[in-house]
């Protein structure tokens, strides 16, 4: 029996909870975190779930107005600090699973390269 390529569901969420995954989805890992659509997973996974336990806030006596404003003073905060600290964590992620830490920000030199290889034919240096 050849491993699997990609994660069972159950290992798919202890993924999503911090978990390492087996060396053979190694390939499905650096998708994950570096491919198409890799920062609205991250912001999903982690904006999501919380919504829920901010929504007690609700529940509190008072004016809704107020529980929104409870909330927001906490949402708002976890919404900078996820986006602030994405590169800190994709990095993270890779060096957990053995990949090279550099494809975090990969596709950001390619198009530093492809601009800076823009400027250069315009201005005549290439």
């Known amino acids: 029996m050849s ?3 990609t994660p069972t569901f159950a ?3 202890g993924y999503i909870w911090g978990r390492t995954l087996p060396a053979s989805m190694s390939e499905w ?9 890799a920062t609205r997973r991250y912001l999903v996974r982690i904006l999501v779930p919380i919504i829920p336990v901010l929504s007690l ?4 006596p008072g ?5 929104l404003a409870m909330m927001a003073l906490l949402y708002l905060p976890l919404i900078y ?3 602030a600290l994405m590169y800190v964590y994709r990095r993270h992620r890779l060096i957990k699973h053995g ?4 494809l975090a920000d990969a596709d950001a030199r390619e198009r530093s390269a492809a ?9 005549g240096r290439a």
């Not at 890992?29 to 659509?37: H, N, Q």
């Not at 601009?115 to 201005?123: G, P, S």
Request: without cysteine.
């Open 11 to 13: 290992q798919r969420i």
């Open 29 to 37: 890992v650096r998708a994950d975190l570096t491919g198409p659509g």
């Open 63 to 67: 004016p809704l107005w107020m529980g």
């Open 99 to 102: 990949l090279d830490p550099a």
């Open 57 to 60: 806030f609700l529940l509190m």
């Open 3 to 5: 491993e699997r390529s």
């Open 115 to 123: 601009d800076r290889l823009a400027y250069e034919r315009k201005h």
């Open 81 to 83: 600090f996820t986006v």
